[in-house]
């Protein structure tokens, strides 16, 4: 077998040493346009997993490579003067010249053929190999050249950086937040070997082109980083090597194999450097391919194997790559955080890391994370307490006059079962049940403000009396009964109305039985739905009135709180976005006249609302469809909102046309809460697919949401904020005096089935390699 492997680099040289232990008959050559010692760049990183996986593969470069690591258990954060240290990370370094060296020698060893400095123009030269392997790297010339049948996807992101090195030693992987005359500077940086460590500086584009780098050569560059970073230097030099700014491009492939050739590596798709994952990525899908190449027949069913089997791995990490570069990138958003809060949204910002995660390996730091949150809702007036405080979960919001004794919240959820608009026993079961069940808020339905409003029959709905008193019903139990507080969402289904219930068809029209609906413009949204009738100013009129008169209603009933519905592609949404109003008039086209509408009837729904009650809106913060509203739309619309006087949005997303594209997955929408709140200066409420309390703590503590709202759970579990406060020892959550031995049994069991549970997680995992180390050089204790 002939296999030609164009790239020296990590990902080449790895699959070129271990496809040469699996056929030590095969002629394998390695590529490389570089002479051998000729590399640029300073330090790589791996993992400890990474390196199990190294030591699995191939024991004696791993040994070799492990000589040569630094180790560290901490990851440091530096901002505005203070530093934040957590442990049990386990990363090491390596310098990538000495890993490339490993790599060369091992494979030399193995009887590889290295070729250097042969820069490979055309693959027709490897007419006879078996296997091409494409591994050179992010410039890739052969992805480029079969652009249209790799389908590379380059995402050139805005923020620049350039990569450095020094002398200056560091003991943990060290990120410095650093505020200069020209706006915000990053560092990461992390030490690979005795005297040296990697630098990589990143800033916003406005922040390079203020601090004049453009026009700068390197060393005039470097001079600059050192008189930004000079203090944390300390007198130590800043290297270049190739240290140009650039713009971090993420590439996504569609297809990774053509023929006998396959794209591996940086070539094939990259990850952002800030969760130092590039050479990781490049070894393993050397092993990757080297493992098809062991188990299929022939390499065309290798090759097969090897996309198939790796893509989605690969695509999990450039995931947590992208939320980590989005982080950086929006990193003003923070700017003015408490440095504590600040340095739990660095540690958390890529999802993997979470509160309980941490309070388990950096319990002190928690405490103070804990502590900063309790100190801004004290100054707010709450009486908290600040030394022993509890989770933020557990800690009081006040909006106008209404105070809600957790963050916790029930989403609004249409049940389906109204009568004519009545709620019924079955409402009164389902809001009491949750209310008893701890929650701090609750949410009704969407509540319909006339019959036309409606999405389905079943729908609730707030126009009568007879749906008034069952409502106040309802209101009346949850405070007789609860600490927890409930608003009313109303909201008009405009053209997704007259459709099935739930359970027969989501969004489908009535066969029979339905009634003329209404929207921003005539679109339907399926193409066999009814045709909407596009609104003219006598339809609104009476739209505003109906919305007014329920929440009048509404006040009645002694509702807590009020929503407007102004998302999920119903009637007033239908307005805001651009993929449902075709108006020409002054309601169409821009998004401040497509706001007209919603604004109108948000202004005077505030004018006959209680001016003691907070309101607040439910927005689409994107409709994940091309053309729609984006996350700096929505920021642009919670401004509007609050300036019209909204205390709270409620950022939830997407449902606007049934072509949209969302991308699913856990705490999937905090994003866009995290930017409304943070741009908009907005308190908001997040919500959508979050399930456990202990991302209900990371996302408050990291200042990404005021509330968090759970929808689905809530449904299977009523008691949900009741069993967390039990699992966080939140003993001053309510409970009924009639569940109360309830509530003593499960406080005290969770004190012990946390314990069990923290105690099982520490054995699970097993010691980091810094960790072993330090033991190994710990001297003796004396007997
Ligand atoms: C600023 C920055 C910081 C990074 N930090 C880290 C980190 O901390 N940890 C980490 O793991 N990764 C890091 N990376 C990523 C890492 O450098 C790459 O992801 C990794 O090197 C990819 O390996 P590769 O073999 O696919 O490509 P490369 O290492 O780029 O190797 C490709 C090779 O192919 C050669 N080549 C290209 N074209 C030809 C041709 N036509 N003929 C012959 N040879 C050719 C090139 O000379 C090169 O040697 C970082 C990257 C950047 C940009
Ligand atoms: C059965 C059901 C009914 C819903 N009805 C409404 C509704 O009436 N009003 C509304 O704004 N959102 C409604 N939603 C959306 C939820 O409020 C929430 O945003 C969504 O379920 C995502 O959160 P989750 O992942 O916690 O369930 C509904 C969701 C479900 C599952």
């Known amino acids: ?102 790599l060369q020698e091992r494979a030399r060893e193995l009887g590889v053929t290295l070729s250097f400095e042969t820069d490979i123009e055309d693959e027709a030269r490897f007419a006879d190999a078996d296997l091409v392997v ?45 505020e200069s005359e020209w706006g915000p500077f990053i560092a990461h940086a992390y030490q690979y070997e005795a005297g040296r460590s990697t630098w990589i500086f990143e800033t916003d584009p406005a922040t390079f082109e203020r601090a004049g780098l453009e026009g700068l050569n390197e060393k005039q560059s470097a001079d600059r980083m050192a008189q930004i970073f000079g203090w944390f ?66 390499v065309e069913a ?27 990138e929006h990193v003003d958003r923070f700017w003015d955080f408490d440095p504590v809060q600040f340095a739990f949204g660095v540690m958390t910002r890529a999802k993997a890391i979470t509160y309980d995660n941490l309070t388990l390996r950096a319990p002190d730091f928690v405490r103070e994370v804990d502590k900063a949150f309790a100190t801004q809702v004290r100054a707010t007036g709450f009486d908290v307490d600040v030394e022993k405080p509890d989770a933020p979960m557990f800690q009081p919001l006040r909006l106008r006059e209404m105070e809600i004794a957790n963050r916790a919240v029930v989403s609004p959820m249409c049940m389906y079962s109204a009568e004519d608009g009545v709620p019924g026993d079955f409402h009164l079961v ?25 999405i389905t029959p079943g729908c609730a709905g707030l126009w009568n009396d007879e749906q008034q008193a069952a409502w106040r019903r309802v209101v009346d139990f949850v405070h007789a009964n609860s600490a927890a507080k409930i608003a009313l969402q109303l909201g008009h289904a405009g053209r997704k109305g007259a459709t099935k219930l739930m359970w027969d068809g989501m969004d489908r029209p009535l066969e029979e039985g339905g009634w003329d609906v209404i929207s921003a413009s005539p679109l339907p949204y399926f ?22 008169q329920a929440a009048e209603r509404g006040e009645a009933c002694g509702f807590d709180m009020l929503e407007l519905h102004c998302a999920h592609g119903y009637l007033l949404a239908s307005f805001i976005s651009p993929l449902t109003n075709q108006r020409t008039d002054e309601y169409g086209g821009s998004l401040a006249n497509r706001l007209c509408f919603p604004l109108e009837v948000f202004e005077a729904l505030r004018s006959a609302w209680p001016a003691h009650k ?43 046309v049934r072509d949209a594209q969302p991308v699913y997955g856990r705490m999937f929408q905090t994003p866009f ?39 689905r759970p809530h449904l299977v579990d009523p008691s949900f904020t009741l069993k967390a406060a039990a699992w966080y020892g939140a003993d001053g959550v309510f409970c009924p005096p009639q569940y109360l031995p309830g509530k003593e049994q499960i406080f005290r069991n969770s004190v012990r089935d946390r314990q069990d549970f923290d105690d099982l997680k520490i054995k699970a995992k097993p010691k980091t390699r810094a960790e072993l180390k330090a033991e190994a050089t710990k001297p003796l204790a004396a007997e």
């Open 614 to 656: 907070p309101m607040s809106v439910r927005i689409s913060a994107t409709d994940w469809a091309e053309g729609g509203i984006i996350g700096d739309d929505a920021v642009k619309i919670a401004r509007a909102f609050a300036e019209a006087g909204v205390d709270l949005v409620d950022v939830s997303t997407g449902q606007t």
């Open 673 to 711: 809460s995290e930017q409304v709140r943070n741009e908009a200066r907005v308190a908001t409420m997040c919500v959508g697919n979050i399930t456990t309390s202990d991302q209900v703590n990371t996302i408050l503590a990291a200042g990404r949401a005021d509330l968090v709202a759970l929808g």
């Open 302 to 328: 290798a090759l097969g194997q090897y996309e198939e089997g790796r893509r989605e791995e690969v695509e999990k990490t450039q995931h947590a790559a992208d939320v980590s570069l989005v982080w950086f």
């Open 134 to 178: 494409l591994a050179d790297g992010i410039n890739s010339r052969f992805r480029d050249k079969y652009i249209g049948h790799f389908q590379p996807e380059v995402d050139l992101r805005s923020n620049k950086f350039a990569w450095m090195g020094s002398t200056r030693p560091l003991d943990a992987f060290t990120f410095i937040f650093q």
């Open 527 to 548: 193409p066999d739905s009814q045709v909407p009738r596009e609104m003219d100013r006598a339809a609104m009129d009476a739209v505003k009135a109906a919305f007014v």
């Open 1 to 102: 077998m002939k296999i030609a492997i164009i790239g020296g680099g990590p990902a080449g040289l790895y699959a070129a040493i271990l496809l040469k232990k699996q056929r030590p008959e095969a002629g394998i050559t390695v590529y490389e346009r570089n002479r051998a010692d000729d590399t640029f760049g300073f330090g790589v990183v791996f993992s400890d997993a990474t390196l199990d996986n190294f030591e699995k593969y191939d024991p004696p470069s791993y040994r070799r490579i492990t000589r040569e690591f630094a180790y560290w258990d901490d990851i440091a954060v530096h901002f505005r003067g203070t530093v934040h240290r957590v442990g049990g990370n386990g990363f090491c370094g390596c310098s990538r010249r000495t890993l490339l060296l490993i």
């Open 233 to 298: 230097l300390e007198g130590h030099p800043l290297l270049t090597n190739r240290s140009m700014w650039r713009n971090f491009p993420m590439i996504r492939s569609k297809r990774w194999v053509k023929d006998n050739m396959v794209l591996l590596g940086d070539a094939k798709a990259t990850a952002h450097f800030s969760i130092g994952s590039g050479t990781k990525l490049a070894m393993e899908d050397a092993i990757a391919l080297a493992d098809a190449m062991a188990r299929a027949p022939t």
């Open 430 to 454: 389902h809001y009491g049940s949750r209310a008893i069940g701890g929650a701090g808020l609750i949410f009704t339905e969407m509540t319909c403000v006339s019959r036309d409003a409606r």
